[in-house]
């Protein structure tokens, strides 16, 4: 089986992946509850029952509200660094030791015919880390919560078959929004969130010849739109020639919505 992915919710108010292989299938995060988990695994026919382990990127909670539940009731191994770990497991409940298991920033893991390489990125949290997927030759990129996308990211995630890649607010409507100023600041700053421009400035950088999809990806319920993100992200790749549209398409991610299952 080739490698075979579905983004299960993305968004301020939770993210999940479903990633599988024909020898293993992983969740990477579980930002909601666990009754919500098992329904956007149910609506691409998987069960958590399935799993053979969750994957943290960081400790927010609208990455690992659900872990703990999930964990305990499918008795599933949890994969983060360690200072994700010393972050987060107040928050999860009691997990027995053998579940727990250390995946260092910068490493890669092998989980059957799957190879998981980890990369860091800039975020207010203890590590955050992100991944790509290696099977077969292909490359799926896991790429969220960066308040900029360094040179060394870049490195790490160019030319990648897909990439799931924040888009996460629009600079206008978080300017002129609600939110109180330091929250502002905060997602505007080089540990926040990377804008609608700056992904498609990155995108422009990173897409290669053998990108066939980019899903955009943790979008603010309050200061962006589907729309709006692709539009900005598809109009700058445009001025860059990057082929999209043509050699690739973006698509749209969904709080509460899993993606269809793609193939890689």
Request: proline share 2%; aromatic share 8%.
């Amino acid at each position: 089986m080739a490698l075979t992915f579905s983004v299960l919710a993305s968004g301020s108010t939770g993210n999940a992946v479903y990633v599988e292989t024909e020898q293993k299938r992983l969740l990477i995060d579980a930002g909601l509850s666990g009754k919500k988990m098992e329904g956007l695994l149910q609506q691409i026919a998987r069960s958590p029952k399935e799993l053979d382990g969750i994957l943290v990127t960081h400790e927010h909670s609208d990455h690992i509200k659900g872990v703990g539940v999930l964990a305990r009731k499918y008795s599933l191994p949890v994969y983060a660094n360690e200072k994700t770990w010393a972050a987060m497991e107040n928050n999860l409940g009691t997990l027995q030791s053998d579940q727990k298991f250390t995946f260092a920033r910068g490493s890669v893991q092998t989980f059957g015919d799957l190879d998981v390489e980890s990369f860091g990125v800039s975020h207010d949290a203890a590590d955050p880390m992100f991944f790509v997927f290696h099977h077969e030759g292909k490359k799926l990129t896991l790429a969220t919560d960066m308040g900029y996308v360094s040179e060394q990211i870049k490195g790490v995630i160019r030319n990648s078959d897909m990439y799931i890649f924040e888009s996460n607010h629009d600079m206008n409507m978080l300017r002129m929004g609600r939110y109180p100023w330091s929250v502002k600041r905060r997602i505007l700053g080089d540990s926040g969130h990377v804008s609608n421009d700056d992904a498609a400035a990155a995108l422009t950088e990173v897409v290669g010849e053998r990108t066939t999809r980019v899903y955009l990806a943790h979008l603010s319920k309050d200061n962006n739109m589907k729309e709006l993100a692709r539009m900005t992200v598809s109009q700058i790749l445009e001025e860059h020639d990057s082929g999209v549209g043509h050699t690739f398409h973006l698509f749209d991610t969904d709080p509460c919505e899993a993606t269809p299952l793609t193939v890689l």
